[in-house]
């Protein structure tokens, strides 16, 4: 089928698109990769009065990091989220990508345009709102940031108004100690999802994991998250991260031993202390919290301070090298 009789505006600035889906009244859509949006409207579920394209606008094709925000502009394309940047600073979006469509659909279609075509069964409202996401709005009233907790209302429908154009997607760069996880069930590769799940744990200021975040797709009207799935989580965190500090006090506890024995000058005792309970920390160093980190550095520190007492010039450069690795 063809689509509906439409004007075509191929705007040249994010301003000249924003009047012209004011003068549209909510009657014009705009254009972005048209990956959904012309097969709709060739199927004639949509039957807008005008598009605007918003090819044309080059400054709005940037993904780039800023003040800890991986951002992307409103014609930053799907690819984008396979690039070194995204693997790098916030991995989980990466690791979806590959689950959007196929490599061509991820070359013409827009990030920000899947976040406003607001499909159930997509994956980047689920990402959005794993990672709290922040989505920036311009309208003729001006900007405005929109949690992604607030954005998706139903299916096919977001918090934007009709002439407001979703300029920016930005999501938190992910700490590197950032707990995180993908799974989608779908028919064939490339397929729409038939259920997408993702989880995000982080630590806060205190070393403490916050809230899990735990998003799922494809399972209601829109991208929602799951506070049973989450609470069922912390209880089990808070039974691990028990357990870690555990593990994490007994090499300690040896660690110091050694360095009680060090600041008594008993040299032979303290050594094999202190390295059981560096290597034993250190074997587990991806694992414990924070504050399991900091003694990791001490228990380094210590067995520099050992071999500089007992004059052995090679070990002592070893443990500064492996120190200054920490
Ligand atoms: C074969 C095939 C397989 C696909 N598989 C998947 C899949 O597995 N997962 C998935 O999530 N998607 C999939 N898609 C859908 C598609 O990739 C996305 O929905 C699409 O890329 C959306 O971005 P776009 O730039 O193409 O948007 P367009 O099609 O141009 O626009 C989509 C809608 O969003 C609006 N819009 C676009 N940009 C903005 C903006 N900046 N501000 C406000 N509104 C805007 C448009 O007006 C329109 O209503 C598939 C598509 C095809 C054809």
């Given at each position: ?5 439409f004007?075509y ?5 994010l ?68 690039s ?7 991995p ?12 061509a ?45 607030e954005?998706?209302?139903t ?22 100690d ?9 028919r ?23 809230t ?21 989580l ?67 520190e ?25």
């Amino acid at each position: 089928m063809k689509p509906a009789p439409f004007d075509y505006h191929r705007a040249r600035s994010l301003g000249e698109a924003v009047a012209l889906l004011e003068r549209y009244g909510g009657e014009a859509k705009l254009l972005a990769g048209g990956q959904s949006l012309l097969a709709m409207m060739k199927l004639r579920l949509a039957r807008p009065v005008a598009l605007v394209d918003l090819g044309g606008v080059r400054e709005l094709a940037y993904a780039r990091e800023t003040d800890g925000q991986v951002v992307f502009g409103a014609m930053a394309r799907l690819h984008e989220l396979e690039s070194d940047l995204v693997r790098r600073r916030c991995p989980l979006l990466a690791e979806a990508a590959r689950h959007i469509g196929h490599p061509a659909i991820r070359h013409r279609g827009t990030i920000c345009g899947s976040l406003a075509h607001a499909d159930p069964a997509a994956e980047l409202p689920v990402l959005a709102l794993a990672l709290d996401a922040e989505l920036v709005a311009i309208g003729a009233r001006g900007t405005r940031i929109i949690p992604a907790e607030e954005f998706f209302v139903t299916m096919f429908t977001t918090g934007l108004g009709p002439s407001e154009i979703l300029t920016e997607a930005r999501f938190p760069v992910m700490p590197a100690d950032t707990g995180w996880g993908f799974m989608e069930l779908s028919r064939r590769p490339g397929d729409f999802a038939v259920a997408i799940a993702a989880t995000v744990l982080r630590h806060g200021r205190d070393g403490e994991t916050e809230t899990p975040r735990v998003a799922l797709g494809a399972v209601a009207d829109r991208a929602i998250r799951s506070p049973g799935a989450e609470a069922v989580l912390r209880e089990c965190l808070d039974v691990r991260e028990k357990k870690q500090l555990n593990v994490c006090n007994t090499f300690n506890t040896k660690s110091m031993l050694g360095g009680a024995l060090l600041g008594q000058k008993k040299y032979q005792g303290a050594e094999p202390l202190l390295k059981a309970g560096y290597q034993g920390m250190k074997a587990r160093a991806q694992t414990i919290p924070p504050q399991g980190r900091m003694r990791l550095t001490e228990a380094a520190e210590r067995l520099v301070q050992l071999y500089e007492a007992t004059g052995n010039a090679a070990e002592a450069e070893r443990w500064r090298k492996e120190l200054a690795r920490l």
